[in-house]
C-alpha cells in the first residue's frame, strides 16, 4: 500500500514553473515513476503533458458553457468565506480519455525497465478540481491503467497528482482500481534521477516451435514471445560476473552488466509436441539489449525482475508497431510498397518461397540527467524520425546536434525459411548476427516424398555396412582356424 510520494524536486519544479509561465486554465499528463513493491512509496520521476489531439484540441479542458476561471486569479467569490458558492460556480473538468489512453500506451513503449506510467497529473484550480467528480477522475486513471495493464508492478492502485495554481500547492491522491476510491497521501521532493542506477544486458535466444495451420501472423510470434517469457523467468542472474544473491549491496556504482543463465530446456509442452495440423517449424532467434533503472532504497532483486520485464516488453512493442504500422498503411495506395503490411499477413502455412522482413531495432534517446528513454527504428526509418516521435510524446526538447543516441541493436532481417534448415544438427547454420530472425517451414507432399526416400536411402546403406562388416568378420574367423 503506497503512503508517501516522492518526486524529483529538479524536474517537478521545472514544470511547475513551465505552467505557471504558460497561463494554461487547465492540462493533464501523466505521471512517469514506480510503485515501489520493496517499500510504501510511489517514486516520481517526471511528469509528462497529453499533447493536443490531432484536431487540436486539449486533451483537459473547462466544461463548455461556464466562465472559465483566470490562470493565476482566484476564481470569482475565492474568499475564505465563500467555500460552497465558490465551488458551484466554478467550471468542472472534461477529459479526451481515449486520446489520454494512447498518449500512455506510447509513452510506455519508451520507457525503459523500472519506469512506468503509475497515474496522471492535473493542472487546475482548486475549485474547478473539486468541482470535477471523483467518478470521473478514477474513470480517466483506469482506462490510462487499462491500457497496457501487467506492464507495471503497482497491483491496484495509481497515482493522481493535482498541481494547483489558485492557491499554488502540490497535493497527491491515490486511486484504488477495484473501488475508485481517492484517498489522500504525502508528498515530499527528493533528488531521485541522479541516484538512479543503470543496469544493462545483452540477450541471444534461439526458440523452435511448430506452426499450426490458419494461424495468423499475430498469434505465431506472440507464441513465439510468450514461450521466451517463460524462458527469461527461470534464467538466474550474474552481475557483473558475480551470481546474484539476495544480500548483495545495492550501493554499488554502475552500471552494471547482467547475464542470464538459462536452464537446460525440459520437454516442449503437450499441446507443442503434437504434429496435427503443424505446417512447419518456427525459428525465433537473435539478440536483444535490455535495461533497467533501480531507484534510491531499492532491492537489486527488483532491477533484476525489471530487466527482464524490460526485455519481454520490448519484444512485445516491436511486434506492435509492425501491426500498428500494417493497420495505419491499410488504405495506402502503395500498399504493395509496406513492408510491415506484407508482413503481418503472411500466411504461414501457403508459404512456399523463402519470405524475409525486418524487425524493428531498439535505440536509445537521452532524456533526463543521465537516463534514457528508447523508440524502435524501422528500416526505412532514422534517428530523426526517432527523434521526431520523442519531441512529439516525451516532450523532449533536446537539439540533435548535441544529442548522443546509443544503438545497441544492429540492423537484421527476420526469415521464412524452408523446413529442414532449421532441423538442429543440420547442416545449414542459424543466424549469427545480432537482431531478430524468423523462420518457417512449409511441410508438402514433396517434402514428405523426399523425406521417405532419404529415410529409405540410408537404411539401406546401414543394412549394407552391416553386412559387410559381417562377411568381413566371418573371412578373418575362418583364415584363424584354417591357421589353427
Not at 164 to 190: A, N, Q, T
Not at 211 to 235: C, G, M, R
Not at 328 to 341: A, F
Request: charged residues 20%.
Amino acid at each position: 500500500m503506497v503512503k508517501a510520494v516522492v518526486g524529483d524536486e529538479a524536474q517537478l519544479k521545472a514544470l511547475e514553473d513551465s505552467l505557471s509561465s504558460s497561463a494554461l486554465p487547465a492540462q493533464v499528463g501523466l505521471v512517469v515513476g514506480k510503485l515501489s513493491v520493496s517499500s510504501d512509496r510511489a517514486l516520481v520521476y517526471s511528469l509528462i503533458p497529453t499533447p493536443p489531439t490531432d484536431d487540436g484540441a486539449p486533451a483537459c479542458s473547462l466544461r463548455a458553457g461556464a466562465a472559465p476561471a483566470g490562470a493565476k486569479g482566484k476564481p470569482k467569490g475565492g474568499g475564505k468565506g465563500s467555500g460552497a458558492a465558490s465551488s458551484e460556480a466554478a467550471p468542472a473538468l472534461e477529459f479526451d480519455v481515449d486520446w489520454v489512453a494512447e498518449h500512455a500506451r506510447q509513452v510506455l513503449r519508451m520507457l525503459l525497465g523500472g519506469m512506468s506510467v503509475i497515474g496522471i497529473y492535473i493542472w487546475a484550480s482548486e475549485a474547478s478540481f473539486k468541482a470535477t467528480s471523483p467518478a470521473v477522475l478514477s474513470q480517466v486513471i483506469r482506462v490510462v491503467s487499462q491500457v497496457v495493464p501487467w506492464y507495471t508492478s503497482g497491483g491496484d492502485e495509481r497515482l493522481l497528482m493535482h498541481i494547483s495554481y489558485s492557491p499554488r500547492r502540490w497535493s497527491c491522491r491515490i486511486c484504488e482500481m477495484s473501488s475508485g476510491s481517492l484517498r489522500p497521501c504525502d508528498f515530499k521532493y527528493s533528488k531521485l534521477l541522479t541516484s538512479l542506477q543503470t543496469f544493462r544486458c545483452t540477450y541471444n535466444f534461439e526458440i523452435r516451435l511448430p506452426v499450426v495451420q490458419a494461424e495468423p501472423f499475430k498469434k505465431v510470434i506472440s507464441k513465439a514471445i510468450n514461450h521466451l517469457t517463460k524462458e527469461v523467468q527461470n534464467a538466474k542472474a550474474l552481475i557483473d560476473g558475480h551470481p546474484f544473491l539476495g544480500d548483495m549491496d545495492n550501493t554499488l556504482e554502475g552500471p552494471h552488466n547482467v547475464d542470464f543463465l538459462v536452464p537446460f530446456k525440459n520437454n516442449l509442452p503437450a499441446e507443442e509436441c503434437s504434429l496435427e495440423g503443424v505446417a512447419g517449424l518456427l525459428l525465433f532467434a537473435g539478440s536483444v539489449s535490455a535495461f533497467a533503472y533501480l531507484g534510491p532504497k531499492e532491492s537489486i532483486s527488483e532491477a533484476i525482475s525489471d530487466l527482464k520485464l524490460d526485455l519481454i516488453i520490448s519484444l512485445r512493442s516491436r511486434l506492435d508497431i509492425i501491426l500498428d504500422e500494417a493497420e495505419n498503411e491499410s488504405t495506402d495506395s502503395n500498399l504493395e510498397n509496406s513492408l510491415s503490411q506484407k508482413a503481418s499477413q503472411v500466411v504461414f502455412h501457403e508459404l512456399r518461397e523463402p519470405y524475409s522482413f525486418p524487425f524493428p531495432r531498439r535505440i536509445l534517446i537521452p532524456w533526463l540527467a543521465g537516463s534514457y528513454v528508447c523508440d524502435y527504428l524501422q528500416q526505412s526509418e532514422t534517428t530523426e524520425d526517432a527523434m521526431e516521435r520523442c519531441k512529439e510524446v516525451m516532450s523532449l526538447e533536446v537539439d540533435m546536434g548535441n544529442c548522443s543516441i546509443i544503438e545497441p541493436e544492429s540492423a537484421s532481417a527476420a526469415t521464412l525459411g524452408s523446413f529442414w534448415d532449421l532441423v538442429p544438427g543440420a547442416l545449414s547454420k542459424g543466424p549469427s548476427e545480432p537482431g531478430l530472425k524468423l523462420k518457417k517451414s512449409h511441410s508438402g507432399q514433396n517434402d514428405s516424398r523426399k523425406t521417405h526416400g532419404s529415410s529409405s536411402f540410408s537404411i539401406l546403406a546401414a543394412l549394407v555396412v552391416l553386412l559387410i562388416a559381417l562377411l568381413v568378420s566371418s573371412i578373418f574367423a575362418m583364415s584363424a582356424t584354417l591357421k589353427t
